[in-house]
């Protein structure tokens, strides 16, 4: 079975797109320059396949539902440098094609936001910024409209609490899709959504449908600390990604932050 290589205009394509420049978030390493003879330049980056080009173990994140059209399309290249080109294909498991796609996307986004920007701003945004950094803030934009996470136990419906604890995990289920397993957000993520389903599971026997505000209520006494459990998991994380970000947190959400003593 042959290869599904891309054609040398699709490279180019790809290559411009990319402005020469890898497209991993923590690399950014330039891929062209002059070459010792004064008529040539060096091309150091490759256009990798996101999925891979041939059935086989050599080629990562094959997707065999893909036409040889689709394999070989500019949609499924991304612009490397040789490093991080080798980088994701000896780990596809921490590199999947979701990953690949997410940092194809915010290169060129980045790429076209330089083509705007004078020389200062380019600089500042030619430092390393990681797809974390994005999902981190994306996730803490998210809780701080989750009323579940800090509004006060007394006006909680509990029904009203448990669909708002399933759009959490829909999001948070989103953004695991977006990240390598050894990042630091992946293992936060997890561990949200390991709390979450904690949550559904302690609460599965009690009719949350009736449930309301009663201190004497075993359900509700139960409920309240299932809540609070998950709001002390949330809090911890959220407050490591705000301070390792340097990412504001609204005042509804700071309420679940852990006190530092
Ligand atoms: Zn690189």
Redesign the pocket.
Same mark, same amino acid.
Do not use: A, I, W
């Given at each position: 079975m042959s290869r599904d290589n891309f054609t040398k205009p699709t490279i180019k394509k790809l290559a411009e797109r990319a402005h020469y420049i #890898? =497209?991993?978030p923590?690399?950014?390493?330039m891929?062209v320059g002059p070459h010792a003879d004064p008529n040539k330049s060096t091309i150091t980056g490759i256009a990798a396949h996101i999925c891979g080009a041939k059935d086989g173990v050599k080629s990562p994140r094959y997707d065999k539902d893909q036409t040889s059209d689709e394999r070989k399309g500019i949609n499924n290249g991304i612009w490397?440098?040789?490093? #991080? =080109?080798d980088?994701v294909d000896k780990d596809e498991k921490c590199y999947p094609a979701t990953l690949l796609r997410q940092w194809k996307k915010t290169h060129e986004e980045f790429i076209k936001t330089l083509q705007t920007k004078g020389f200062a701003s380019t600089l500042e945004l030619l430092k390393p910024t990681t797809i974390e950094i994005d999902l981190s803030k994306q996730l803490i934009n998210f809780f701080d409209d989750r009323r579940v996470l800090y509004d006060l136990f007394e006006q909680e419906i509990p029904l009203h609490g448990l669909r708002s604890v399933l759009a959490i995990r829909t999001e948070l289920t989103n953004i695991k899709k977006q990240l390598g397993q050894a990042t630091s957000l992946y293992i936060k993520v997890d561990q949200m959504l390991a709390a979450c389903r904690k949550f559904h599971s302690e609460l599965n026997d009690i009719d949350l449908d009736h449930l309301r505000y009663n201190n004497s209520d075993p359900d509700w006494i139960k409920f309240v600390t299932t809540l609070s459990e998950l709001r002390k998991v949330f809090g911890i994380h959220i407050l490591e990604l705000s301070n390792k970000y340097k990412i504001q947190i609204g005042t509804d959400l700071q309420q679940i932050l852990p006190t530092i003593t």
């Open positions: #890898c =497209s991993n923590e690399c950014k390493k891929t490397l440098c040789h490093d #991080c =080109s980088m």
